[in-house]
């Protein structure tokens, strides 16, 4: 089963426009949410991340919102340039259990010019 | 600083065969993870090291074996190679739980073809 559910699939977006990628998952236990980013022919790398205990982390045109009741959480693109194109992958984390990070099946972000 | 390197980059194999992918990383960083990638499943996990001495399976541990050489290395062994292990396969390390946060530092990815 997958503990990281992501959506959509795949986004196309206009130059200036805000994008928005939602994740949800199912273990309480997850305390740390992580999104990456990966453009093609490289690894993902670190984006921003959020703790459970905020419900909005900001740093520029990335914000992610975050609903513990719900158990779900966005990633928010505002003024999407260009190169913002690449793949976003949520994922989360938990404190127990040797710190493995679990991924959402990641979402292929096109930004129109 | 090279951060985590993986080899090889490319490796094309027959079924039946063997191989290992071989990571290295010079963070001093205490975890090590092996994921797999493949399209619509996003990253999945294979095997991972919490720390130096310790390996535990992950979600897609099936064929697979590792070995947690030293601090720096973790490799990804493939005993019988299947044409449903052709991937994308990425190392990545993380320092491990600090201030509640484990960031991981991905490699560039070794592409395996299984023929």
């Known amino acids: 089963q997958q503990q990281v559910k992501q959506s959509p699939q795949s986004l196309i977006v206009q130059k200036g426009g805000i994008s928005i990628i939602n994740c949800a998952y199912e273990?309480?236990?997850?305390?740390?949410f992580p999104w990456y980013q990966q453009f093609p022919g490289k690894g993902p790398a670190l984006l921003i991340a959020i703790r459970p205990d905020v419900s909005e982390k900001k740093e520029g045109r990335f914000t992610i919102s975050f609903n513990k009741s719900a158990k779900q959480f966005s990633l928010h693109i505002m003024d999407s340039q260009p190169g913002d194109s690449a793949t976003y992958f949520c994922?989360?984390?938990?404190?127990?259990?040797?710190?493995?990070?679990?991924f959402g099946a990641g979402t292929r972000l096109f930004v129109k010019a | 600083n090279a951060g985590v390197t993986q080899t090889p980059k490319f490796q094309v194999l027959k079924t039946g065969q063997s191989m290992t992918l071989q990571c290295a990383q010079d963070m001093n960083h205490n975890s090590m993870y092996w994921y797999r990638q493949d399209p619509g499943m996003g990253l999945r996990l294979i095997y991972y090291?919490?720390?130096?001495?310790?390996?535990d399976k992950g979600e897609v541990p099936n064929g697979y074996n590792v070995s947690r050489l030293n601090k720096r290395e973790f490799s990804l062994r493939l005993e019988s190679a299947a044409p449903s292990q052709t991937s994308v396969y990425f190392c990545?390390?993380?320092?491990?739980?600090?201030?509640?946060?484990?960031?991981?530092?991905f490699g560039a990815g070794s592409r395996l073809t299984v023929l």
């Open positions: 273990n309480t236990a997850f305390d740390y």
């Open positions: 994922a989360a984390s938990r404190g127990t259990g040797g710190f493995k990070t679990i």
């Open positions: 090291s919490a720390s130096e001495g310790t390996t």
């Open positions: 990545a390390s993380s320092v491990g739980r600090v201030s509640g946060a484990n960031v991981l530092t």
